[in-house]
């Protein structure tokens, strides 16, 4: 009698689990839903590794959350080179992006260009920008561990657009939902991954103070660490006009 009352328990418990088991949107929606800053102040460094050779980049990085869900960001290298990046992400159609060489011309980075490399880093255009979670199908692959935490593990396929690539792989943390790790998938074939770290706590915001881009074959990456971060500073609209970047 026993054993049958604990086995009808552990059914019980099983089926309660499969009722309320999250879908692999489910879990985006909640890592969307994480508190955002509305504007952030940041400098960094930038140590790309190329064979024996290790590039030194240093950037400061301004950015702003404006209506109908969208992000303008202004990347401003410091040294070796004075360049600029300036990025207006849209809901629903490709980022705008403006380059200012240290030459002082500007120039406009085609749709074809987002999966080019960005100051001969690992990290292409396209990466600079924000993404929409409606621009992607996802699928629950199960569980996983990532920069050693448990997470789960769900496939993002891009719909129809002008995406650099096909499909990503997501490793959410399951104490928070907050994504650790991405695998980026090129022409159905593992490319590169992003790895965060050092996460902590900014005025409520999850912040990773380190993060690591690098190739899926193991010959080259690029790390960047912040050295200075701000959150909610007021800052003027101009600032993110392309005519700023003169």
């Known amino acids: 009698m026993k054993v049958r ?3 009808s328990i552990v059914i019980v418990m099983f089926l309660c689990q499969s009722c309320f088991a999250l879908t692999g949107r489910e879990i985006m929606e909640k ?3 994480l508190p955002e800053p ?8 930038m140590n790309i590794y190329k064979g024996n050779r290790v590039l030194e980049k240093e950037f400061e990085m301004l950015a702003k959350k404006f209506e109908n869900d969208e992000d303008k ?3 401003s ?12 992400s849209h809901t ?7 380059l200012r060489l240290s030459s002082g011309k500007i120039k406009r980075i085609a749709a074809s260009d987002k999966g080019k490399a960005f100051v001969n880093s690992h990290f292409y255009y396209e990466d600079l920008g924000s993404r929409n979670i409606d621009e992607y199908d996802y699928k629950l692959l199960g569980d996983g561990k990532a920069v050693g935490e448990d997470c789960y593990k769900v496939e993002a396929i891009k719909k129809e657009g002008t995406k650099v690539y096909d499909k990503l792989i997501l490793y959410v943390r399951k104490s928070d939902y907050f994504v650790v790790r991405v695998d980026f998938y090129r022409k159905n074939k593992f490319h590169k991954y992003l790895e965060n770290f050092e996460i902590k706590k900014v005025e409520g915001i999850l912040t990773p103070y380190s993060a690591v881009m690098a190739l899926a074959d193991g010959k080259g990456k690029t790390e960047l660490k912040i050295e200075k971060l701000e959150y909610n500073k007021k800052m003027k609209d101009s600032t993110f006009n392309k005519e700023a970047l003169r």
Do not use: C, M
């Open 77 to 88: 290298f410091i040294r070796p080179t004075k360049i600029k990046l300036l990025t207006h």
């Open 5 to 7: 009352v604990l086995l």
């Open 92 to 98: 629903g159609q490709d980022d705008d992006q403006w």
């Open 38 to 45: 509305q504007t952030a102040e940041s400098s960094a460094v």
């Open 31 to 33: 890592s969307d839903a």
């Open 73 to 75: 960001i202004l990347i």
